[in-house]
Structures are given as C-alpha cells and as structure tokens.
C-alpha cells in the first residue's frame, strides 16, 4: 500500500477556453467488459497522491517538474496541484508520469480550457462522447482531475488494445492512427522535455484492466 505523501487545495481560478489544434479520439463500440472497467475506474473518488516510497522522493519529483512547468503554470499552488494530479492518474492507469506530460504538453500546451476544432477539450484533449460513454452527466472535461482520469484511461485502453504499441496507441489518441507526426512529438516531449531518472514504485492500486 503507498503512503499519502502529498495533497493540494483544488484550483480556484477561472480561465477562457481556448483553441488547441490537438486532435481527437474517434467514437469505437467498446465490448460490455470494457464499458463496465472504464466507467468503474472514472468514478474513482480517492485523493490524489505521490506514489513514491519516501517523502524525500515526493518532494524532488515535484520540484523538478514544477520548475519545468513554472513558465506555462506560474502560481505555484495550480501547479503543484496539477502535477500531483497527473502523477496519480497516470500511475493508476499504468502509465509513466512523464508520458502523460508529453501528452499533454502536444495536445493543448498545459492549457486547462484548451478545444479543439473537433470539440476535444482540456488538458488532454478529451472528446465528449466519453463521458457520455463511461462517464456521468455530472463529469466535467474542464475540471482538472477529470480530465487527466479520462485522458489516461482513454491511453491506457488504446495501449491494451494495441498490445502495448505506444505508437499506435497514441495515433488512436489522437485520431491519427498510422501517422508518425504525432507519436513521433510525443515521444520526444516525453524523452527530452520531461524526462525524469528517478526511480518510482509501480502503479497506483485500483488501475482498470
């Protein structure tokens, strides 16, 4: 079990939405099983967390993405509470931290209120049709937690369906599967703007298969 090392008052402030060119995830029938394992994993409710072994580790992930991020999010507060937000999502969907940065960091620039021409929207990008898909009426995609939950169960779901092929999976993010443009922009976020060496424990418990 990993210990609640770190937790942040929610934002307050308000932004206008703006326009992302990012693209969007295209509607696909999903089998009952999987409508069933989605819908159960957006409706978690548990605060978010750090999942590191120490406290000490905790605290120097945070400060080393938080000065990377300190020119898109300035007050310190928001961008604390974002990263540890994206920091147990993506690790309770099986997915690297940093991967999840990259992501985000193509699809809308860090902008909370990003929409892109097709309608996908936040962070990273999600097409509406999910939530009524897995979700509730009460989800909003511009609430920062629900937001990330969606965007990387919606990954995670495209990597188990691509068997693991991040390439793929992420043109099936994107709607431009067999694309390299893409991926390819990722991934290079993910290896070079975010990289972080430090080792970390494995995923958060209660990640959807």
């Known amino acids: 079990m990993h210990r ?3 937790v942040l008052a929610p934002i307050l402030a308000l932004l206008l939405p703006s326009i992302s060119w990012g ?3 295209a509607y696909a029938p999903l089998s009952a099983s999987v409508q069933a394992a989605l819908s159960e994993a957006v409706s978690d409710q548990a605060v978010p967390f750090l999942a590191f072994e120490t406290e000490r580790e905790a605290r120097a992930w945070l400060d080393a993405m938080s000065r990377k991020l300190a020119k898109r999010m300035p007050n310190r507060r928001a961008r604390e509470e974002f990263l540890v937000t994206v920091h ?3 690790k309770r969907a099986g997915l690297d931290p940093q991967l999840v940065l990259g992501v985000i960091q193509v699809e809308s620039n860090f902008r909370k209120y990003a929409v892109s021409s097709a309608g996908a929207r936040g962070y990273m990008q999600v ?3 999910w939530v009524k898909l897995i979700g509730t ?3 909003n995609l511009f609430h920062l937690r629900t937001n990330l939950r969606y ?3 919606i990954l995670r779901h495209y990597l188990d369906m691509e068997k693991g092929n991040l390439f793929r999976a992420l043109g099936r993010y994107n ?3 067999g694309q390299a443009e893409y991926p390819n922009l990722v991934v290079r976020a993910w290896q070079t703007d975010w990289h972080y060496p430090a080792r970390t424990v494995g995923s958060v418990q209660g990640r959807a298969s």
Request: aromatic letters at 14%; charged letters at 15%.
């Open 23 to 25: 693209g969007a995830q």
């Open 151 to 153: 965007g990387c169960m």
């Open 137 to 139: 009426r009460r989800h």
């Open 175 to 177: 709607g431009s599967l």
């Open 88 to 90: 147990y999502e993506a």
């Open 127 to 129: 097409m509406p049709f």
């Open 4 to 6: 609640l090392i770190y």
